[in-house]
């Protein structure tokens, strides 16, 4: 998920009860306490490697691609572990993936085949740190030694955008024999996925946070998507048919969170039942999961388009993030948010998304990049600057 989502109590049913929500994690806004420095199974897959030529892209944006994914370089520990920042201090493995999505996409933007090298080693480090549920928990490092926190902010969102991942970075360099050396990394993604699946179809945020997000519903689903393709590359028919089938399940019970009254998915459901409409003037945790569904791929056509003009209409500064919005927890800082920026990208709003990019990308240079800019962030401006509507499987 988005590191960000509140989880509530077993029972919400009014706005006291979500006004005294706990925050699983800090958003990423400038009123974070947090700031470091800035400097910074048996069927056998084809083997074949083939150069992708980079598409054409104007000097600035080849520019700002290559400084972003530069300054990501910076974030990897030897190992190939993609930390949260550039402090190399903690890591965050839905920030990794994040990252990665955005490597790659350097690659094709640059022709730079350093990004999507970075991008396997970070994919092999989260495969040998899979449990055997394929979970994988957050890290400290000190002094270079990784320790495990035991916990996560989510099981779910991690698999599907580690799937993510692996798919930008074979579609990126078109290498499908060191994808194959993924093959047990990519099953247990999916198994992750699984783990956690409902009978509705949706997904708890892990086995002790018994919240189905919208957030992670969509990174989730996205993932799955993207687990048909590489598991049809690596020629196993069962995978795909199984991820295919896990996310048709998803996008129905997805489907069933739609509230008429509101225009809106709501945002949660509990294990009571319980659910979490959405309040249009609250940017965080409300409004923002609303073009999730959109940058994920579970709202398309015209009812994306929809759902995505409603939202800059209601939270016109969702790009500005030196901005005041309301949150759940009460007036707070903007902060980034590219991911809502590439819902004006998959509905070809490619307009709104540069100019989007763009504010985004001031506010971090303006700050040196200082937290909570953070490699997640990075990752995904890197697709939103260069109108990347690729990374998801269709």
């Given at each position: 998920?988005?590191?960000?989502?509140?989880?509530l109590?077993?029972?919400?049913?009014?706005?006291?009860?979500?006004?005294?929500?706990?925050?699983?994690?800090?958003?990423?806004?400038?009123?974070?306490?947090?700031?470091?420095?800035?400097?910074?199974?048996?069927?056998?897959?084809?083997?074949?490697?083939?150069?992708?030529?980079?598409?054409?892209?104007?000097a600035?944006?080849?520019?700002?691609?290559r400084?972003?994914?530069?300054?990501?370089?910076?974030?990897?520990?030897?190992?190939?572990?993609i930390?949260?920042?550039?402090?190399?201090?903690?890591?965050?493995?839905?920030?990794?993936?994040?990252a990665?999505?955005?490597?790659?996409?350097?690659?094709?933007?640059?022709?730079?085949?350093?990004?999507?090298?970075?991008?396997?080693?970070w994919?092999?480090?989260?495969?040998?740190?899979?449990?055997?549920?394929?979970?994988?928990?957050?890290?400290?490092?000190?002094?270079?030694?990784?320790?495990?926190?035991?916990?996560?902010?989510?099981?779910?969102?991690?698999?599907?955008?580690?799937?993510?991942?692996?798919?930008?970075?074979?579609?990126?360099?078109?290498?499908?024999?060191?994808?194959?050396?993924?093959?047990?990394?990519?099953?247990?993604?999916?198994?992750?996925?699984?783990?956690?699946?409902?009978?509705?179809?949706?997904?708890?945020?892990?086995?002790?946070?018994?919240?189905?997000?919208?957030m992670?519903?969509?990174?989730?689903?996205?993932?799955?998507?993207?687990?048909?393709?590489?598991?049809?590359?690596?020629?196993?028919?069962?995978?795909?048919?199984?991820?295919?089938?896990?996310?048709?399940?998803?996008?129905?019970?997805?489907?069933?969170?739609?509230?008429?009254p509101?225009?809106?998915?709501?945002?949660?459901?509990?294990d009571?039942?319980?659910?979490?409409?959405?309040?249009?003037?609250?940017?965080?945790?409300?409004?923002?999961?609303?073009?999730?569904?959109?940058?994920?791929g579970?709202?398309?056509?015209?009812?994306?388009?929809?759902?995505v003009?409603?939202?800059?209409?209601?939270?016109?500064?969702?790009?500005?993030?030196?901005?005041?919005?309301?949150?759940?927890?009460?007036?707070?800082?903007?902060?980034?948010?590219?991911?809502?920026?590439?819902?004006?990208?998959?509905?070809?709003?490619?307009?709104?998304?540069?100019?989007?990019?763009?504010?985004?990308?001031?506010?971090?240079?303006?700050?040196?990049?200082?937290?909570?800019?953070?490699?997640?962030?990075?990752?995904?401006?890197?697709?939103?600057?260069?109108?990347?509507?690729?990374?998801?499987?269709?």
């Amino acid at each position: 998920m988005t590191l960000v989502a509140a989880g509530l109590g077993a029972l919400v049913g009014s706005q006291a009860a979500a006004a005294s929500a706990a925050a699983k994690k800090a958003p990423r806004t400038t009123t974070s306490v947090a700031k470091a420095t800035t400097t910074s199974t048996t069927a056998k897959a084809t083997t074949t490697t083939t150069a992708v030529p980079p598409p054409v892209f104007d000097a600035t944006t080849v520019a700002n691609v290559r400084s972003d994914a530069d300054w990501l370089l910076g974030a990897q520990l030897p190992d190939g572990a993609i930390a949260h920042y550039a402090d190399r201090v903690k890591i965050w493995p839905y920030l990794g993936n994040e990252a990665a999505l955005g490597l790659a996409r350097a690659t094709e933007v640059t022709g730079d085949t350093r990004y999507v090298s970075a991008v396997w080693r970070w994919l092999q480090w989260y495969q040998a740190h899979q449990d055997s549920h394929g979970f994988v928990t957050d890290y400290n490092v000190v002094s270079g030694v990784e320790t495990s926190t035991g916990d996560m902010d989510s099981t779910d969102a991690y698999a599907g955008t580690f799937l993510l991942a692996a798919r930008k970075a074979w579609k990126a360099s078109g290498d499908t024999a060191t994808l194959a050396t993924l093959r047990t990394g990519i099953a247990a993604a999916v198994s992750a996925v699984e783990a956690t699946q409902d009978t509705d179809g949706m997904t708890w945020a892990k086995p002790a946070w018994r919240v189905k997000y919208l957030m992670d519903q969509g990174e989730t689903y996205a993932g799955l998507r993207a687990a048909v393709e590489l598991a049809t590359a690596l020629n196993d028919s069962v995978l795909s048919q199984r991820a295919g089938s896990d996310a048709n399940r998803m996008a129905a019970g997805v489907a069933s969170l739609w509230d008429n009254p509101t225009a809106a998915y709501d945002w949660a459901k509990h294990d009571t039942g319980a659910l979490q409409t959405t309040n249009w003037s609250v940017l965080y945790s409300d409004a923002l999961q609303q073009p999730w569904a959109v940058t994920y791929g579970l709202s398309t056509g015209t009812a994306a388009q929809s759902l995505v003009t409603r939202f800059t209409t209601a939270q016109p500064n969702w790009a500005t993030p030196t901005a005041t919005a309301v949150f759940t927890s009460g007036p707070s800082t903007v902060g980034y948010w590219p991911a809502a920026g590439l819902a004006l990208v998959q509905t070809g709003q490619t307009t709104q998304a540069a100019a989007a990019a763009a504010s985004i990308r001031t506010a971090a240079v303006a700050a040196g990049k200082a937290w909570p800019f953070d490699t997640g962030v990075a990752g995904l401006l890197v697709l939103l600057e260069s109108g990347d509507s690729s990374y998801l499987a269709r």
